[in-house]
């Protein structure tokens, strides 16, 4: 049986950018995949948090985690600090990783560009996920596109420890979606959907009430030619909105621009605002009930025992082959 890992940061409310990109997968492979799902509280350190939101968000993230359908019977999900392996090997893997690939990292130089005094963890943050990925042997990490090149890093660790030191790590495949790998931001549909965009409406959040759906849907741009047409390029905006429902509606984009022949931006909102809130009414309605349950956190802390397991074994394979320790 392969085995998946992935994990989202708790850093602010799930977009359906996360949810199409990454989340959407999480599911759809745990019935023929050994799953491990993280909710990886040590990433959102890299910048500043405060303690108690993040202590918050950390359970939301793993109750939105079961609301979309993950089933810790199925799947191993855990927090990352709860797990001291992933330090571990990060420090190891910080010796076998250079200063040049770090720094050329476009994530990094996007969010340096954000802080006014950029933590060393900003920095090193993809060696991190390096860890987290090579700890559990993992074979496929499902995410969205902008962690392609941090995939990339993580399989050229791999590659270079197995040179240095003998067979050490499995070297994992990203996964990416054909249709919301990468969700644009509804205000400026030339960057990425992302939780720290102070603009609310330039996001819609898996828990945002559907009338603040219809608000950011309505309220998305397009352009001035009115004409519902595929083409990122020239029409950024109308074809996100199009990618959005595609993904949500499992029709192709041709189809959607064939059945919208003749209608204007409004009516495709409206269906669209219909569509979106179809598909997240289920997941509103079971999230609330989680989230107040006593099995969540027992659940977390099962998923920890289970994931140490596995961590250890890697963390005894590593240090044999490298020389450390007695
Ligand atoms: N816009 C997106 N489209 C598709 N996938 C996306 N992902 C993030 N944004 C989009 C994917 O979601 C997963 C979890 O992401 P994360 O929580 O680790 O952090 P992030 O990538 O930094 O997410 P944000 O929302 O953009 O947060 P900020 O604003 O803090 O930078 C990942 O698999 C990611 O690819």
Wanted: positive net charge; proline residues 4%.
């Amino acid at each position: 049986m392969s085995r998946v890992f992935s994990g989202v940061q708790p850093t602010g409310n799930i977009h359906i950018g996360n949810y199409l990109g990454a989340l959407r997968q999480f599911v759809d492979l745990q019935n023929d995949s050994e799953c491990i799902y993280c909710i990886v509280d040590m990433h959102a350190i890299t910048v500043p948090q405060d303690p108690k939101e993040l202590k918050k968000h950390i359970l939301d993230v793993a109750a939105l985690y079961m609301a979309i359908g993950v089933d810790p019977k199925k799947s191993i999900v855990f927090v990352q600090s709860d797990v001291k392996q992933h330090a571990e090997l990060g420090w190891i893997l910080n010796c076998n990783t250079y200063m040049g690939e770090l720094s050329r990292m476009t994530q990094y130089k996007q969010k340096k560009q954000k802080s006014e005094n950029p933590s060393v963890g900003l920095f090193d943050y993809p060696v991190l996920m390096a860890s987290d990925i090579l700890l559990y042997d993992t074979d496929t990490v499902p995410v969205g596109n902008d962690q392609k090149q941090h995939i990339e890093l993580a399989r050229d660790i791999a590659i270079r420890v197995n040179g240095k030191y003998g067979k050490t790590f499995v070297v994992p495949d990203g996964r990416f979606m054909k249709s919301g790998a990468r969700v644009m931001s509804l205000d400026d549909p030339t960057s990425k959907m992302s939780k720290s965009n102070p603009n609310e409406k330039s996001r819609i959040c898996l828990l945002d009430e559907p009338n603040k759906v219809k608000k950011a849907i309505m309220s998305a741009t397009t352009d001035s030619e009115g004409v519902i047409r595929y083409s990122v390029k020239e029409k950024p905006g109308i074809s996100n909105l199009l990618d959005i429902y595609s993904a949500f509606s499992g029709k192709s984009v041709a189809k959607l621009v064939k059945e919208y022949e003749g209608h204007g931006y409004g009516d495709f909102k409206k269906d669209l605002v219909e569509v979106v809130n179809q598909s997240l009414d289920p997941i509103r309605n079971r999230y609330q009930e989680i989230r107040q349950s006593q099995e969540l956190v027992d659940s977390l802390k099962e998923g920890a025992e289970k994931a140490s397991e596995i961590a250890e074994k890697t963390i005894k394979r590593v240090k044999k082959n490298m020389g450390l320790g007695l």
